[in-house]
């Protein structure tokens, strides 16, 4: 059966093709992904990013427009609204106008027009944003937030409205998924063995960024059960996908794969917002004899009621299809990445991030490495000074805390220290500008941490120490939840009075952007 066209009238046969309860869905939870991520920005672009961040915007604007020569290049290359103002109000205000934009579309009220606005808002984050907005999932944001422009109309925002949802857009976010999740297969057949051998599973639970409260358990079932959990990743991404564009009952069981899939995968751990995110364009697969069985009634009753006074839009609809010929145009770079033996993931093509190339885990860790920042209030910084952890939101440092569910909001600075463990300070060179911080007891810096060990005073010296974390077995007598080995210094002990660390900052235009709270 042919699915109804933009422009048609459903008849009853016609009618369970249509698709206002699946964008009713799709916008709601959109809606709460981007409410999300701009409650995330903020509570935290000040502290890293603002004026007396631990990465100023101000300082990378400026490297941005020299190395391209202006403004407008920088603009051109890195669209942002904070090209025109960068100050910490003009972060907080938007940060703070996308949240409530965000919950009208939560509400129920969605037009193309503020869906633009979310994007645009949004767009200005990433694009300032440097290591804290560096992954996957932003650009996959702007993606779906800009073919979700095309789901409304220009100015009508009831959730059913007269216009119908244009098809060809769900056929694009069925395009969606299937990049995402064949792309993200791809990488991990290319990359670790442990993907191809089956065991993956035996190591992602207790090492992935942020393990939560169920992740201990998945990492002690048993062996034949993981494997098949690796089975059924390669069904959810390589399999299911292709099944998106076939007809109506192979593209509902391919929906629901990919769906349950997701959420096994918020299950089992904190990825941000990514899973949620990604369930948006797995609902394009379904329509609306889908979920016509499970909302309430009155759902049902006003979205047939919505799809029997259809009313076409000529303009509208050669709109969608303009914008769906130049995702087409555009997806020639993430194919052609996809494909290739060299492939690379998370990567856009576009100043606009319109249409992106992605890919998750395509190395798994076989051990967890945590970097834990400590403190000492001793005049000799040696082992045998008493050293306090600063806890983490939701990475481990206490043996005893059960890790929690976080997600889908996200600690941005526990993901960039996940990665930094794997590698060293010169990497991550802006972990001396937060020891530096910790050492003045800077309230911005302390906001990114689970608490301050030193509240009265600041501590004389800061370190990190690099730590092996295992999973403790369930039961143990201690009630653990972690058990650690001590591998060695991360960072060496810093005090105030240290010339190198001064110097170091000053040269990169740090120091003065110390919000000191005392000296």
Not at 132 to 152: D, H, N, P, R, S
Not at 299 to 306: I, M
Not at 480 to 499: E, I, M, Y
Request: net charge neutral; hydrophobic share 50%.
């Amino acid at each position: 059966m042919p699915e109804a066209g933009p422009n048609s009238t459903p008849s009853r046969s016609a009618a369970a093709e249509t698709y206002q309860l699946t964008r009713f869905v799709m916008l709601r939870l959109l809606g709460c992904v981007y409410a999300v991520a701009f409650l995330v920005a903020a509570q935290q672009i000040l502290p890293l990013a603002g004026s007396h961040g631990l990465l100023p915007v101000g300082l990378f604007l400026g490297r941005v427009q020299d190395s391209l020569g202006s403004p407008v290049a920088g603009f051109v290359r890195l669209p942002s609204l904070f090209w025109f103002n960068h100050s910490d109000t003009a972060l907080q205000v938007m940060a703070w106008i996308g949240f409530a934009l965000s919950c009208l579309v939560v509400a129920g009220y969605a037009n193309a027009i503020l869906m633009s606005a979310l994007w645009v808002l949004y767009m200005s984050f990433v694009h300032i944003g440097q290591d804290w907005y560096g992954y996957g999932w932003e650009i996959q944001l702007l993606e779906t937030g800009f073919l979700a422009i095309f789901l409304c109309p220009l100015l009508d925002g009831r959730p059913f409205s007269k216009r119908a949802p244009p098809v060809v857009v769900f056929w694009l976010f069925r395009w969606l998924i299937f990049r995402i999740m064949v792309g993200a297969a791809l990488i991990k057949l290319r990359g670790d063995a442990c993907w191809r051998d089956l065991t993956a599973l035996y190591y992602h639970f207790e090492t992935q960024p942020i393990p939560g409260p169920l992740s201990r358990f998945f990492d002690f079932l048993p062996h034949w059960m993981l494997k098949a959990g690796v089975l059924f990743n390669f069904l959810a991404e390589l399999v299911a996908p292709w099944f998106a564009f076939y007809p109506r009952i192979a593209r509902h069981i391919a929906g629901v794969i990919l769906i349950t899939f997701q959420l096994t995968l918020i299950a089992s751990g904190n990825l941000s917002f990514l899973n949620w995110l990604t369930i948006v364009p797995a609902l394009a697969c379904l329509d609306d004899s889908f979920w016509s069985k499970l909302p309430p009634r009155a759902f049902v009753r006003q979205a047939e009621a919505a799809g029997a006074t259809v009313q076409p839009n000529l303009l509208w609809q050669r709109t969608t299809w303009a914008m769906a010929a130049l995702v087409w145009f555009l997806s020639l770079w993430p194919v052609a990445n996809m494909i290739s033996p060299r492939q690379i993931m998370n990567t856009s093509f576009d100043p606009l991030d319109l249409v992106n190339t992605y890919g998750a885990f395509g190395s798994v860790g076989k051990e967890r490495l945590n970097v834990v920042f400590e403190g000492t209030d001793a005049t000799v910084p040696d082992d045998q000074a008493k050293w306090k952890a600063y806890p983490y939101i939701a990475l481990p440092v206490a043996l005893d805390r059960r890790p929690s569910q976080i997600a889908p909001y996200q600690p941005r600075l526990d993901w960039q220290m996940w990665f930094a463990a794997m590698s060293t300070p010169d990497q991550y060179p802006w972990t001396l500008n937060l020891a530096w911080k910790l050492l003045h007891n800077d309230p911005g810096a302390l906001s990114l941490f689970g608490g301050n060990p030193f509240p009265d005073q600041p501590p004389h010296y800061i370190r990190a120490v690099l730590y092996r974390y295992q999973f403790a077995k369930p039961g143990n007598l201690a009630g653990d939840w972690w058990q650690r080995g001590k591998l060695g210094l991360w960072l060496p002990p810093l005090s105030v009075t240290n010339q190198d660390l001064q110097v170091f900052l000053r040269d990169a235009g740090w120091l003065e952007n110390t919000n000191s709270v005392s000296e």
